[in-house]
């Protein structure tokens, strides 16, 4: 039976939005603990510019790395979490994306990232690793920090260690290369990576 005009304008119980496509669970029985829900709620990304995406995506899979449910994949933990870490534009984004649209975990991370983390954030991101410069009067151990918060702001920057170590000795101002090279007995270049990072 045909449906009249009057019928598609009226609501629908279909109101659930399901970006995450549902995925076959092996496990026969299983329970998500209301406390480990709970505990993610209490982390959620909103979305704004001041937000660190990458270490939003570190405590939620902290968290979740926390949680064994017998013959049920982590990733799927994951998955099914996910939505409860979210609020405001970032719970939006969610909704907003196709049913289904979301596959897997690592589908979930790229499609987060490319969205919060855009380009320009990533340049940005990058740019406070490959053009360190110590502040004037900055003592070198909040200089060494500095540099290790902006790796931490940007997991995926994809530069071996020996080249971070280079850019942080570049950029440093001379007396602080001099307390190091000193502190090597002689040039920290000549020294192990390994060596070079407990100095």
Request: aromatic letters at 10%.
């Given at each position: 039976?045909?449906?009249?005009?009057?019928?598609?304008?009226?609501?629908?119980?279909?109101?659930?939005?399901?970006?995450?496509?549902?995925?076959?669970?092996?496990?026969?029985?299983?329970?998500?603990?209301?406390?480990?829900?709970?505990?993610?709620?209490?982390?959620?990304?909103?979305?704004?510019?001041?937000?660190?995406?990458?270490?939003?995506?570190?405590n939620f899979t902290e968290l979740c790395?926390?949680?064994?449910?017998?013959?049920?994949?982590?990733?799927?933990?994951?998955?099914?979490?996910?939505?409860?870490?979210?609020?405001?534009?970032?719970?939006?984004?969610?909704?907003?994306?196709?049913?289904?649209?979301?596959?897997?975990?690592?589908?979930?991370?790229?499609?987060?990232?490319?969205?919060?983390?855009?380009?320009?954030?990533?340049?940005?991101?990058?740019?406070?690793?490959?053009g360190f410069k110590q502040e004037e009067?900055?003592?070198?151990?909040?200089?060494?920090?500095?540099?290790?918060?902006?790796?931490?702001?940007?997991?995926?920057?994809?530069?071996?260690?020996?080249?971070?170590?280079?850019?942080?000795?570049?950029?440093?101002?001379?007396?602080?290369?001099?307390?190091?090279?000193?502190?090597?007995?002689?040039?920290?270049?000549?020294?192990?990576?390994?060596?070079?990072?407990?100095?």
């Amino acid at each position: 039976m045909a449906r009249n005009l009057g019928s598609f304008a009226t609501p629908s119980n279909n109101f659930m939005c399901e970006p995450i496509a549902q995925l076959e669970v092996a496990a026969a029985e299983y329970e998500i603990k209301p406390n480990l829900v709970s505990m993610v709620q209490q982390d959620q990304f909103g979305g704004s510019a001041s937000e660190d995406v990458g270490m939003h995506l570190h405590n939620f899979t902290e968290l979740c790395n926390m949680t064994r449910i017998r013959d049920y994949d982590l990733d799927d933990l994951n998955l099914r979490l996910f939505p409860f870490s979210l609020r405001g534009k970032a719970k939006e984004w969610l909704l907003a994306l196709p049913r289904g649209n979301i596959t897997s975990w690592a589908d979930c991370c790229s499609k987060f990232l490319s969205k919060f983390c855009p380009p320009a954030k990533i340049m940005q991101l990058r740019s406070q690793i490959t053009g360190f410069k110590q502040e004037e009067r900055e003592p070198l151990a909040l200089a060494w920090d500095r540099m290790k918060e902006a790796i931490r702001n940007y997991p995926n920057h994809r530069m071996e260690e020996w080249l971070i170590l280079h850019m942080f000795y570049n950029g440093l101002n001379h007396m602080s290369k001099t307390m190091l090279d000193t502190a090597a007995g002689g040039t920290i270049m000549g020294k192990p990576i390994d060596d070079v990072k407990k100095l």
